[in-house]
């Protein structure tokens, strides 16, 4: 899998319809524009932390308790199946004009975006880029 680019949070966006994300280089040509509303925030669901390669870690308590906490090991990252507190049912952010910045920074439409879309969304990333 591609690792999202601003490791510790891959955290989300909504982006809205006045505010569309930017282009990027890693962006499927043929791929339709995603949509937060559809997605429901998939990118909310989640978090990486950045860790090092295995061998480098250190081997501290800390360490530990984080790693028997992770969801999953991607590379050098640990990641955590950790839906925001302020993702709603429906899939909206519920603070949006106040959300962090790391959320505000997040482009949909993005690499990282593509990338949770891919894992989180396979439907609906397969009617973006195919068109089903
Ligand atoms: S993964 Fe992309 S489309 Fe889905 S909510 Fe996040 S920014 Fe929007
Ligand atoms: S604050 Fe809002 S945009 Fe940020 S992760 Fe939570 S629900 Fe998503």
Not at 74 to 86: H, Y
Request: proline share 10%.
């Amino acid at each position: 899998m591609t690792v999202p680019a601003h490791l510790l949070i891959s955290g989300g966006p909504a982006p809205t319809p006045e505010e569309p994300g930017q282009p990027h280089s890693q962006k499927a040509p043929q791929m339709k524009q995603p949509d937060c509303e559809t997605c429901r925030g998939a990118c909310c669901e989640e978090f990486f932390i950045p860790v090092g390669p295995a061998a480098q870690r250190p081997g501290d308590d800390v360490s530990k308790w984080f790693a028997l906490h992770a969801t999953e090991e991607e590379g050098n990252l640990l990641r955590f199946e950790c839906k925001c507190t302020k993702l709603t049912d429906e899939g909206q952010c519920s603070i949006y004009a106040k959300r962090p910045i790391v959320c505000q920074k997040y482009k949909r439409g993005g690499a990282d975006c593509v990338e949770v879309l891919q894992r989180r969304r396979p439907l609906y990333w397969r009617y973006l880029s195919d068109g089903f």
